[in-house]
């Protein structure tokens, strides 16, 4: 951990001499991601974005319309992304042993696409959906067949999937959603009526002003004090759900690296900072740890 409060800023060199013979956790956030297609919410060159909050969702049906219209055509473009060289570099490392695990931001799979085995999805995984009320979770696929048969063409209409501006979280701008209809739960009811659920239903995905789950937490930092050191690969840090996991890195004196195009909010506690791209340099580390 840097003593001055002020990281080194170094190249692929001193990572490489940080990391070796260490075993690694790793630490994603969406700057992993962007190679693949899907930006992120605040690297340099990203446009400004104001992510739906927890409390705008449970509390303004409004919201909850707005998002699942556009969600609808989001969720078809990141339904068919694809691991870059990044994501590989990281499974082929834990193939090898070197890396124990990787602890993602990220909702979008592409970790386990690439062939990752331990992942833990911290923010949750954009492929379910759960029910606010009976707690059921449902495939987003099942949801993406009720909401085309309630909203025919829909996604059609507002533009080809490519040509739509789509966030890390399967988001989607899209401006015309006022005569969107949204698909309430469809269990069956969990107080035992004759009828569906009814309930709000919710991406499995931690939303701002929203807590990640305890258990979830307790597995990452379990992961962080099994392995040597830690490797923070496209993240800002700038929401203290990951950013808590490099402070604990530090505190318990293993060193910290982080790989970012920008500066982060956990740079002061990293022992070398590389702004640099992360496929490049993933790849460059899995060819040489």
């Known amino acids: 951990m840097s003593t001055t409060g002020t990281a080194r800023a170094g190249t692929l060199a001193d990572v490489v001499a940080t990391l070796a013979g260490r075993r690694l956790a790793v630490l994603t956030g969406a700057g992993v991601s962007t190679d693949s297609g899907i930006p992120d919410y605040r690297g340099p060159d990203s446009p400004p974005r104001t992510p739906m909050t927890f409390q705008q969702f449970v509390g303004d049906e409004a919201f909850r319309r707005h998002y699942w219209a556009r969600n609808h055509v989001g969720w078809r473009h990141v339904h068919r992304t694809q691991p870059n060289g990044g994501h590989r570099a990281l499974a082929a490392l834990e193939e090898r042993g070197v890396v124990l695990g990787v602890i993602t931001q990220n909702v979008d799979l592409l970790h386990e696409a690439a062939g990752s085995r331990n992942v833990i999805d911290l923010h949750g995984r954009y492929d379910r959906v759960i029910c606010l009320r009976c707690g059921r979770v449902v495939p987003r696929a099942a949801l993406a067949e009720r909401l085309e048969a309630l909203n025919p063409g829909f996604a059609e209409r507002v533009g080809v999937v490519g040509d739509v501006e789509i966030a890390p979280d399967a988001d989607a701008v899209v401006e015309q959603t006022a005569d969107f209809r949204v698909q309430a739960c469809w269990q069956p009811d969990p107080d035992g009526g004759p009828g569906e659920c009814g309930g709000v239903l919710k991406p499995e995905i931690v939303y701002f002003g929203e807590n990640v ?46 790989v970012n195009r920008g500066e982060t909010r956990g740079d002061r506690y990293a022992d070398v900072v590389l702004h640099a791209g992360t496929t490049e340099t993933l790849q460059a580390l899995a060819a040489t740890l």
């Open 213 to 258: 789950p305890p258990e979830r937490v307790a597995r990452a930092f379990a992961l962080v004090d099994a392995a040597d050191a830690l490797l923070v690969a496209g993240s800002s840090l700038t929401v203290l759900s990951g950013r808590r996991f490099v402070k604990h890195a530090a505190d318990a004196g293993r060193p910290v690296v982080v």
